[in-house]
C-alpha cells in the first residue's frame, strides 16, 4: 500500500480515537458530576490527547532513559537508520541509545519531520549488520506509516478512560451524583469497570495489527524479509531471559515485548501488545519483496 495512503487511513483511525475518548470521557463526566462533569471530562480527554501527539517523542525517550547519541560515537548506527530513511523517503531520524543489556528497539515522534529511533546496548551487542538493519527498517516503517500518532493517542485512550473510570466508580460507591435523577450506581461502578477493558483490549489490538504492517514494510525497505525475521527471533528469545525496566505503559512501542521475562502465565491473545513472535517470522518469510534499492 501507498505510505501516504496508509498515513491517510491511521489519521482516519486516530480521527475515530479522538471521537471516543471525546465521548467516553464526557459520558464518564456527566455520569460523575452531570453537565459539570461532562465538560471537565471533554477538556480531559483534548488535554491528554494533545500532550500525547505534540510530546510524545519526548516523553517516551525519557521513560525509556533514551540519551542521543552522536555519529562520532556510533558510525554503523548512523548509516543504517540513515540509509533506510533514504530508502523510505523520509527524512533522518534522531538516533538515541538505551543503555540495557536486552535487544530492543522502538521509534516514537508525531511525524517523519519529528521522529526518533532508540535502540538498546543489547540490539547493537547481539544482532550482525542485516538483522540490525532489519530492525530499523520495521522502526521506520512504524514512522514512515505513521503508526506512532495512532498508538500515542491509543495510550492516551487507555490512561484517560482509567483515570476517569476510576472516578465514576468512587462517586458511584458514594452516592455519584447525589441527586434523585441520579444514575443507578450500580450502572456506574458497572461501566467504570468495563470502559478501561474495552479501551485496553482496543489498544492492545491496535498495537498487534502496527507490529504486522511494519514488519512487511520494513522487509520491503531493507529488499528481504529474513534478516528482520533472523532478529525477531533471537529479540524475543533473549528478552524471556534478559529483564528491562520498562513502564509497562510503554512496552508496545518496542519491537518485541520488552516485558515478556516477567514471571507470570502467557496472557491470552487479546490481551497481547505483540503478535506472537512465530506468527509474525511466518508472515515475514512468506513476503516476496522487492530486492533492496
Request: one cysteine or more.
Amino acid at each position: 500500500m501507498d505510505s501516504k495512503l496508509y498515513g491517510a487511513g491511521n489519521v482516519a483511525k486516530t480521527a475515530v480515537l479522538l471521537a471516543a475518548i471525546g465521548g467516553v470521557l464526557v459520558g464518564l463526566g456527566y455520569l460523575l458530576g452531570g453537565m459539570g462533569g461532562a465538560v471537565i471530562g471533554l477538556l480531559f480527554g483534548v488535554g491528554i490527547s494533545g500532550v500525547s501527539y505534540w510530546k510524545s517523542d519526548a516523553l517516551a525517550v525519557r521513560a525509556a532513559g533514551a540519551v542521543p547519541v552522536s555519529e562520532a560515537e556510533a558510525p554503523n548506527l548512523h548509516w543504517a537508520v540513515g540509509e533506510i530513511a533514504r530508502r523510505a523517503g523520509i527524512p533522518k531520524p534522531r538516533v538515541y541509545f538505551i543503555e540495557s543489556p536486552q535487544p530492543n528497539a522502538f521509534a516514537t515522534g508525531r511525524n517523519p519531520e519529528h521522529a526518533v529511533v532508540a535502540v538498546t546496548r543489547g540490539l547493537v551487542d547481539m544482532c550482525d549488520r542485516d538483522e540490525l538493519m532489519g530492525v530499523i527498517a520495521h522502526e521506520i516503517g512504524h514512522i514512515r506509516h505513521r503508526d506512532i500518532l495512532i498508538g500515542s493517542v491509543a495510550a492516551a485512550v487507555a490512561t484517560a478512560i482509567s483515570f476517569v473510570a476510576n472516578m465514576a466508580m468512587w462517586a458511584g460507591m458514594f452516592g455519584g451524583r447525589g441527586d434523585d435523577d441520579g444514575p443507578n450506581p450500580v450502572a456506574v461502578i458497572a461501566i467504570a469497570l468495563t470502559a478501561p477493558l474495552a479501551a485496553g483490549l482496543l489498544q492492545m489490538a491496535l498495537s498487534r495489527s502496527r507490529e504486522f504492517e511494519a514488519d512487511r514494510a520494513g522487509a520491503e525497505l531493507l529488499g528481504d524479509p529474513e534478516p528482520l525475521a533472523r532478529a525477531l527471533l533471537k529479540l524475543d528469545a533473549r528478552a524471556a531471559v534478559t529483564p528491562a525496566d520498562v513502564n509497562p505503559a510503554q512496552a508496545s512501542a518496542y519491537i518485541v515485548n520488552p516485558l515478556r521475562g516477567r514471571k507470570g502465565s502467557s496472557p491470552a491473545r487479546w490481551f497481547m501488545t505483540h503478535p506472537p513472535i512465530e506468527e509474525r517470522v511466518a508472515r515475514l518469510r512468506a513476503l516476496r519483496v522487492d530486492p533492496a534499492r
